[in-house]
């Protein structure tokens, strides 16, 4: 037959891919199950983690709170939906971003009532309060004021102000002056200086009226007095001598340091100082006399008295009438020094009596010293030196040390002597030694491998819980999940018949070098009529797929 129908070549029919709805569908119960509980999981583990992110940095809400107003504050936290932590000593610690929010909201609430009793206590005026009860909240008002300027400081941890403000009443004499008592705790490893203790007591003592420095007790948390009153002088003084003689023996060891060891070498000298201190505060009076010099080389007379006196002898008048019996009697010429001259009768009756006396004072220079001796001097100076040995080297290069000569001794003696300004006047004393240094033959120092530092082992414990979570989350992942996420992903394999493979007759037209490819049907009833439509005619089911390919529609 010369028209006959050629059959096309057979083209593959690829089925047709299915959704995912169909492929989660198509998977086992069991799997689907494990499926949805590793999600549910997943997605708690996740949540957990962020959550611990979030809130693992704490900070102190309030510390040191009491029971009362621990229990206040974490109720009000727990109605605000707040994570907390409480530790030891009534330590209340939130998330480090919430924390000036919920100081401000506790704060509009009144928590922690403790916190608030400063001169916030004035703000309540009670009808009908009495004079003891108004001067009860005055000084409550002063503690509190005082005990949060005190726990202000980077030291001290918490602080509990105690006054004693006595009545007083119209008798001057009769007036107590009041007293404070201070109970600091301290954080762990640190302390107050002086000076620190020092400014509480100023500020105690300067916020009551009439409250001196004295009247001002400092107490640590251990009962150990820090602040004693003036009149324990022995107390404050000794602490004050003792710090200033360890200054004073630090600065001549450095000297000493600085000047050996570019000689002998870094960690071959070793050195001791000991200062004698003289704290002893003299005060000396001293008064000189010497005759006071006039400018024309005289003594200067303070003061001149001179007395006389006469007795006559009859009332009848006597000597010889005229004008030198009138005349009135001379001027002493006796010396001012030496004995004074007979006095000589001019006239008159020779049996009366006078007496004369002459007394002269003179200045005197009077000279008043105050010298007072400076506190804190040098009494005594001793030093002591230890050097080692010089390390040397043979020919055969055999470490070995060698002493130091005498004249290297003497002038290291000389050295120290002027570093520590020697004085033998006041008996100081410098002593210089050589000595081979021992050195103890003991297990050398290892370092720690990478797996044994602190700083390691402080990330590893800060790292676990994250790290046991996301082990968890990987866990969860690759049993319960993946198998689920695999059976949805693998191609369907195809089956047996979906293809026709015989070729009808070998001068059938070629088809196209890359024919495209039909869907097949859904329907597994209309699959099956097409492959037996296949096999029972194959001409015509050839004809109609050529006729595709051409384009030609029936």
Do not use: C
Not at 40 to 64: E, H, K, Q, T
Not at 520 to 528: F, I, W
């Amino acid at each position: 037959m010369a028209n006959a129908i050629q059959p096309a070549p057979a083209t593959p029919l690829v089925p047709a891919t299915p959704s995912v709805g169909e492929r989660w569908q198509a998977l086992p119960g069991r799997t689907q199950a494990l499926a949805v509980i590793g999600v549910a999981a997943l997605l708690a583990v996740l949540v957990f983690m962020w959550i611990g992110a979030r809130d693992s940095d704490y900070r102190i809400l309030f510390p040191n709170l009491s029971e009362k107003d621990g229990g206040q504050v974490i109720d009000r936290l727990v109605q605000l939906n707040v994570p907390y932590k409480f530790t030891e000593g009534g330590t209340i610690m939130v998330p480090a971003a919430r924390v000036p929010e919920l100081r401000m909201k506790l704060a509009a609430a009144g928590l922690p009532s403790a916190a608030s009793a400063g001169y916030e206590l004035m703000d309540k005026n009670s009808f009908g309060q009495t004079q003891g009860q108004e001067r009860m909240r005055i000084q409550r008002a002063i503690e509190g004021e005082l005990t949060t300027t005190i726990q202000s400081l980077e030291s001290v941890k918490s602080a509990r102000v105690h006054l004693a403000l006595p009545n007083q009443n119209g008798f001057f004499r009769e007036q107590q002056k009041p007293s404070a008592s201070v109970v600091l705790t301290l954080h762990p490893g640190r302390t107050l200086e002086r000076s620190q203790i020092a400014g509480i007591v100023r500020v105690v003592s300067g916020s009551v009226p009439e409250l001196t420095a004295k009247a001002v007790s400092v107490v640590d948390s251990t009962g150990t007095l820090l602040s004693g009153s003036d009149d324990d002088s022995a107390q404050g003084l000794d602490s004050q001598q003792l710090q200033f003689r360890r200054e004073v023996e630090a600065s001549h060891l450095k000297r000493v340091i600085a000047l050996l060891e570019p000689v002998v070498g870094r960690d071959n000298v070793r050195a001791s100082v000991s200062a004698e201190i003289d704290f002893s505060q003299v005060m000396q009076t001293a008064e000189s006399y010497r005759p006071n010099q006039g400018a024309d080389g005289k003594p200067a007379v303070r003061e001149l008295r001179s007395e006389e006196s006469s007795q006559a002898g009859s009332a009848t008048p006597a000597g010889v009438p005229g004008a030198t019996s009138n005349q009135p009697p001379v001027p002493a010429t006796a010396p001012i020094n030496g004995a004074p001259a007979p006095l000589q009768a001019t006239g008159g009756n020779s049996a009366g009596s006078s007496r004369r006396e002459a007394a002269t004072r003179f200045e005197v220079d009077k000279t008043t010293t105050v010298t007072r001796n400076a506190v804190g001097s040098v009494r005594r100076l001793s030093a002591a030196v230890v050097v080692n040995h010089r390390a040397s080297t043979d020919p055969r290069g055999k470490a070995s040390s060698v002493p130091l000569t005498d004249k290297e001794i003497e002038q290291l003696t000389a050295l120290v002597q002027q570093g520590i300004g020697f004085n033998a006047e006041r008996g100081d004393q410098v002593k210089v030694v050589n000595a081979p240094f021992r050195v103890d033959a003991g297990p050398a120092a290892e370092e720690l491998p990478l797996w044994k530092q602190p700083w390691l082992l402080d990330l590893l414990k800060s790292a676990a819980a994250p790290l046991a979570l996301a082990l968890v989350a990987l866990v969860i992942i690759l049993k319960l999940i993946r198998p689920a996420l695999l059976a949805m992903l693998a191609k369907p394999e195809p089956e047996a018949g979906s293809q026709v493979d015989e070729v009808v007759g070998d001068d059938l037209l070629e088809a196209p070098p890359h024919p495209p490819a039909l869907a097949a049907p859904r329907h597994t009833e209309k699959l099956a009529a097409a492959r037996q439509l296949a096999l029972d005619n194959p001409a015509a089911v050839a004809n109609i797929v050529r006729g595709w390919v051409n384009g030609e529609t029936a």
